[in-house]
């Protein structure tokens, strides 16, 4: 029985241990999105004035080529691959939006971290307290044998 106890107990402790790191990558996750999208948010402000101006656009991973910025009309992704042409105050408008629905995501998964880590210490206390009860039951259970065996 007791053994059987043990395999619940840490069959439990390995299925929180799982949703714990499940969770903690989708957060590494989100952050990743939110400073992304605050980066390109900065990024948009070098653009705001920059009509005819030389800039660096990036073309691939790590790969730029000098341009020159030839409008302030960006063609914007609103998924899907759905494309509209946005003023740069318009697309920082919809990046706003898109880090807030991101925080509100983070906020939501650290609650749900700290709430599997909640239960994972309760449930760690909780097998001490029994552990400590049951080794003091067994050891008292002994020590009345002994007094038996000497009457």
Known sequence: MENQSQ?????????????????????DAVEKGINQLQTLDLDLNEIQGANGKEILAQIGTGIYVPAKLLSETLTVNIGENNFVKKSVSETKKIIQSQIKKLQETQEELEQHLDSINHELLDFIQNYQRESSENSSHEHHHGHSHEHSDEE
Request: charge should be negative; avoid cysteine.
């Open 7 to 27: 395999q619940e107990m840490f069959l439990r402790l390995s299925v929180l241990e799982q949703q714990m790191q499940y969770l903690q990558q989708q957060l």
